[in-house]
């Protein structure tokens, strides 16, 4: 009987309870609809890659650099900065960051674990360090590093275009340097 109560109850309070008025915010649009819009011209793009597994890692430049150039990048405004190994990225890269000549930073990298016997330590330390030096200097640091179970899954990550990790990471840089600077600047 109570139980029988309290349903009734509730339910007869409920139309009082959701009766809102819900009004129509403004929404600001942050991006264009089409992706394609997206221009690269204006910014100034470091590139901070490996030596290490250099064949592939050299097709990731490749990539970013024909993101880059399909977005129109100025001429001279890609900087490109080689590091003995996955290791050293992030210190390059927040150095690249914090001197003030770059809108983004783009980290390219091939870690493999059948060729790396500290593999995590390697994966771990670029990912968290690319990660806190965006964090530390308010640049986009972009992640195109491929940290792969062997070279064939890593050259599948290095293909054209749309299947390369280098490209993908420069076509993130040119989305979220116009994103902070249409939002934020
Ligand atoms: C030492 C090492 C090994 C074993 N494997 C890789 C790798 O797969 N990818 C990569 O980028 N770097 C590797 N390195 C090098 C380290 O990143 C670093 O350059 C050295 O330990 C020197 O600090």
């Known amino acids: 009987m109570a139980l029988a109560f309290v349903f009734s109850h509730r339910r007869w309070l409920a139309p009082a309870a959701t009766c809102v008025t819900i009004r129509r915010l403004p929404i600001q649009k942050s991006q264009p609809k089409d992706q394609n819009d997206l221009s690269a011209k204006g910014f100034r ?10 064949a592939i890692v050299s097709r990731l430049i490749d990539g970013a ?12 405004a890609v900087h490109i900065f080689r590091v003995p190994g996955a290791f050293e990225i992030p210190l390059c890269a927040q150095k690249a960051a914090a001197s003030g000549k770059f809108d983004a930073v783009i980290c390219l990298a091939v870690i493999i674990r059948g060729d790396t016997p500290h593999f995590e330590y390697i994966a771990a330390t670029a990912a968290r360090g690319i990660s806190d030096a965006g964090l530390r200097t308010g640049v986009p640091l972009l992640f195109g590093v491929i940290t792969a179970d062997n070279i064939q899954q890593a050259n599948e990550r290095a293909g054209d275009d749309k299947n390369n990790k280098g490209y993908e990471a420069a076509m993130a840089a040119v989305e979220v340097v116009n994103l902070y600077r249409e939002r934020f600047a």
């Open 65 to 76: 650099l024909a993101a880059l150039t399909q977005r129109e990048a100025n001429e001279g």
């Open 45 to 54: 793009f470091a590139i901070v890659a490996s030596r290490w597994n250099d």
